[in-house]
């Protein structure tokens, strides 16, 4: 009988069923004296890293000025330093006035609607909102969707990579508000109970109070219809994590992230998640794992591997636990469990101190500096991350503008957070978007949040919601587009369109003009010729600006408008039966063809006809007595 998974945490791991057990033994079966030692180098580097981390802290974490997003002298080690540590944080995005005023727009659109869900007790900051002014103006605003354009042209893409990161796409994410009166934390105007963090008091059952999320799934990663159908981790699978690229967006974008249509669990392909200070966040409302490739490599290892020693008892000395976290007392199962660690069906990974020790998750999650409103951090999509329940978890609390005027106490303030992923425009992302545009266009929360389909928590009674009017006045048709509400267009300079530019929303990026709608609809010219590169080919080929268009990126954007927009696109494929009901215009174009061949037919007879007579007429001359003269 196979056990069932009640409970995600608990003293021990969850037992999962069988089939999981074959599945671990398919991924290591014929490698693992490979991997065996791949995960003694780990270890060892692993531990080097939590030492860099523990010494250098927050200063791992690269800052760039919204401004400077176009200074090749500043972005060039910004770059270097988030793809090394998975995190930026890039300042200044939203003008902070934009911000305060979005903070008290939402305030007043909550309050006319008290019919709400609730938020789960053990983390009542955290909203299943989706649609507020907060939330619908961010994500439509042209800086945000610059922001997010530069932040995705530093993945290592490549011309035949199937997305277009120079096209972020809205991802319908939820809303963190905290409100204290008095000191008090409420929550539409009523008092709520403190509650420790949402993931330690998840995790006080364990040996350890320290626990990390990882998004976009977790048992996904190790199955084959998950992340296996692009390849993502082979590398890592085959005892060569070194070689694994956690900057190559190729093995993602046919993976699919949410095999178990959970509550919450992402089915978008997100290159980064993020959020968007609209308020000042101070250090201690989120901690990240500073080391995407090191700690992916190992939380993907560890259900493989068991201690031959168990793990000393709490109030042992370091020596007790470096012989314990030694790679020589970790061994490779002979026979796989069926245990993944910190992974269930339907839930976002988890790290633990007590499953993954070798993180020490309390030396290596780092809280990022200051932020203030309008700045957006992001992190890599398989980093670990901690988020508070409150913010400024310190003695004191800040001064806020929006509750005291900028000079009294903090005794009644508004702490707000937009979750603001950046995602790329794909072929499976263009689906999502179109049940998310519906979504929005009823009200109803995100798709990944309603996986019944029937709109419970729905926002369509709200007065004030905000519909595509807003979103133009907003982002114009970048805006649209951005939600999948107006069709791409691509130029062959390969420009993105945009209808306003970022400065009528305040600062722009240096040197930076607008750009003009583009002329060329990409359904003419999906099919042209273009120098492709195999992906076999060098990777120095790769491209990281968002303005040089590809046959590929062409090809995601006509499917995108086809998928979105079917009434104004039609679906072909370039043969003769690729369109089982075809257009008239189309079905004429053959008939045309049909009788150009049919008379191409006649012609060849005609002069087969001809060539016949005239060897015959040749014979005859040649045959007949010659007359003497």
């Known amino acids: ?22 599945l671990k033994k398919r991924l290591v079966t014929g490698r693992e004296s490979a ?50 540590h998975g995190i930026g944080v890039i300042r200044g995005v939203v003008p902070s006035a934009d911000a305060s005023r979005w903070v008290e727009e939402t305030k007043k659109y909550l309050e006319t609607k008290h019919e709400y869900k609730p938020p789960p007790a053990q983390d009542p900051t955290c909203f299943d909102f989706f649609w507020t002014p907060a939330q619908v103006r961010s994500r439509a605003h042209p800086n945000v969707l610059q922001a997010q354009r530069f932040a995705m042209s530093l993945w290592n893409t490549n011309n035949d990579d199937r997305l277009a990161t120079r096209f972020p796409i809205t991802y319908a994410d939820r809303i963190r508000i905290e409100s204290f009166s008095n000191g008090h934390l409420t929550v539409n105007g009523a008092a709520q109970p403190t509650h420790e963090d949402s993931l330690i008091a998840a995790a006080a059952a364990t040996s350890s109070a320290q626990i990390a999320q990882v998004d976009n799934g977790s048992l996904e990663r190790w199955e084959q219809d998950g992340y296996g159908r692009g390849g993502l981790y082979d590398a890592i ?7 694994y690229d956690a900057w190559d967006p190729a093995g993602r974008v046919n993976a699919t992230s949410d095999l178990y249509n959970g509550a919450g669990a992402c089915s978008m392909m997100r290159l980064f998640q993020g959020i968007l200070a609209l308020t000042v966040v101070e250090p201690g ?41 030694d790679a020589s007392n970790w061994t490779l199962e002979k026979e796989q469990s069926t245990i993944i660690h910190g992974a269930v069906p339907g839930h976002a990974q988890r790290v633990t101190a007590a499953w993954h020790p070798h993180l020490q998750l309390d030396k290596s999650l780092v809280t990022p500096p ?99 009017k807003d979103i133009r006045e907003v982002g114009g048709e970048e805006g649209l587009q951005a939600m999948g509400l107006a069709p791409w267009n691509i130029g062959a300079a390969g420009t993105s369109t945009s ?16 750009v003009g709608a583009d002329s060329m609809d990409v359904d003419a010219d999906a099919d042209a010729d273009a120098d492709v590169p195999s992906r076999s080919s060098s990777r120095d080929s790769r491209s990281s600006s968002a303005s040089s268009g590809t046959h590929a990126q062409a090809e995601v954007v006509r499917l995108a408008n086809i998928i979105l927009f079917p009434d104004r696109y039609d679906f072909y494929m370039p043969t003769r039966a690729s369109s089982p009901v075809p257009s008239r215009e189309r079905n004429e174009r053959e008939r045309e063809r049909e009788r150009e061949r049919d008379r191409d037919r006649g012609n060849k007879e005609r002069e087969n006809k001809d060539r016949d007579k005239d060897r015959d007429k040749g014979r005859i001359e040649i045959n007949k007595p010659i007359e003497a003269s």
């Open 1 to 22: 009988m196979e056990p069932p998974v009640l409970s995600f945490y608990g003293t021990q791991p969850v037992p999962l069923p069988s089939r999981f057990g074959s």
């Open 35 to 84: 991997i065996q030692a791949s995960w003694g180098r780990l270890l060892a580097a692993l531990r080097d890293e939590v030492k860099h981390i523990e010494k250098e802290g927050s200063g791992l974490i690269p800052s760039l000025d919204f401004t400077d997003i176009d200074d090749a002298a500043k972005v060039v080690p910004f770059n270097a330093q988030l793809k090394r």
């Open 237 to 243: 699978w085959k005892g060569d994590w070194e070689s």
């Open 285 to 325: 409302m989120i901690r990240l794992l500073p080391s995407p490739k090191l700690s992916t490599a190992y939380f993907l290892l560890r259900p493989f591997f068991t201690a031959k020693e168990g793990p000393p008892e709490q109030g042992a000395g370091s020596e007790e636990w470096n012989a314990y976290l």
């Open 370 to 468: 200051t932020l203030q409103a309008g700045d957006y951090i992001i992190w890599h999509p398989d980093q670990p991350y901690q988020f508070s329940n409150t913010n400024y978890r310190g003695t004191s609390r800040p001064q806020t503008s929006s509750s005291s005027g900028g000079g009294g106490p903090a005794s009644d303030m508004t702490s707000m957070l937009v979750y603001t992923p950046a995602a790329p425009l794909t072929q499976t992302n263009a689906l999502f978007l179109a049940r998310q545009r519906k979504a929005f266009l009823r009200g109803h929360p995100g798709p990944d949040f309603d996986s019944t389909g029937t709109g419970l928590g729905s926002e369509a009674p709200h007065t004030g919601r905000l519909g595509e």
């Open 499 to 514: 209808s306003r530019g970022s400065h009528k929303h305040g600062r722009s990026p240096k040197g930076k003009k607008d």
